[in-house]
T-cell receptor, first 114, second 114 residues
Framework: ETGVTQTPRHLVMGMTNKKSLKCEQH?????MYWYKQSAKKPLELMFV???????ENNSVPSRFSPECPNSSHLFLHLHTLQPEDSALYLC?????????????FGPGTRLTVT | AQKVTQAQTEISVVEKEDVTLDCVYE???????LFWYKQPPSGELVFLIR??????QNEISGRYSWNFQKSTSSFNFTITASQVVDSAVYFC???????????FGSGTKLNVKP
């Protein structure tokens, strides 16, 4: 595997379900990010982890819960979601400490909440 | 405040035409970084270029070229002799030197018709 991978690629869940999105980066980076991309809206930064510590939580509802067990893995745990949470969820990584470096993105998980 | 504006929501051109995608940014930082990403229909954002605020030299990579003008806070992207495979949403982004946050524009959807 190379780059940034995300699983699953598509997810349909009911509002009472609990599910998790997984992201893995194979680039040796030390910062990871979750973004939400809704139709006709800009990319919304949700969470940032740097050196496995959460450094940014962009006023995200508590029904989204991130977890970063190590520098290569990032999870987004979902529970009691709303239909408006349907979106493309993108994971990204970058090398923190080397300022200016770009983010590399995974292919995203297309989430539909019914 | 940091902000990136891509005023062109959608552009349609015919194959082989040249097209310029505009990006205007706002920042109070003296050191910052600008990026362009391409998002094809598959969903994954692909990194295209990084530029730091000290380097105003324009860059050309094949059919792609970028024009960075600090005086007008713009970082425009030109595709020469466009091809159908260039059809995608293009995002401009800004990163300050000491933060993990990337500020994305709302994207410009480029349609290249055969």
């Amino acid at each position: 595997e190379t780059g940034v991978t995300q699983t699953p690629r598509h997810l349909v869940m009911g509002m009472t379900n609990k599910k998790s999105l997984k992201c893995e980066q194979h680039l040796g980076h030390n910062a990871m990010y979750w973004y939400k991309q809704s139709a006709k809206k800009p990319l919304e930064l949700m969470f940032v982890y740097s050196l496995e510590e959460r450094v940014e939580n962009n006023s995200v509802p508590s029904r989204f819960s991130p977890e970063c067990p190590n520098s290569s893995h990032l999870f987004l745990h979902l529970h009691t979601l709303q239909p408006e949470d349907s979106a493309l969820y993108l994971c990204a990584s970058s090398q923190d400490g080397q300022v200016g470096y770009e983010q590399y993105f995974g292919p995203g998980t297309r989430l539909t909440v019914t | 405040a940091q902000k990136v504006t891509q005023a062109q929501t959608e552009i349609s051109v015919v194959e082989k035409e040249d097209v310029t995608l505009d990006c205007v940014y706002e920042t109070r930082d003296t050191t910052y970084y600008l990026f362009w990403y391409k998002q094809p229909p598959s969903g994954e954002l692909v990194f295209l270029i990084r530029r730091n605020s000290f380097d105003e030299q324009n860059e050309i990579s094949g059919r792609y070229s970028w024009n960075f003008q600090k005086s007008t806070s713009s970082f425009n992207f030109t595709i020469t002799a466009s091809q159908v495979v260039d059809s995608a949403v293009y995002f401009c982004a800004l990163r300050s030197w000491n933060f993990n946050k990337f500020y994305f524009g709302s994207g410009t959807k480029l349609n290249v018709k055969p």
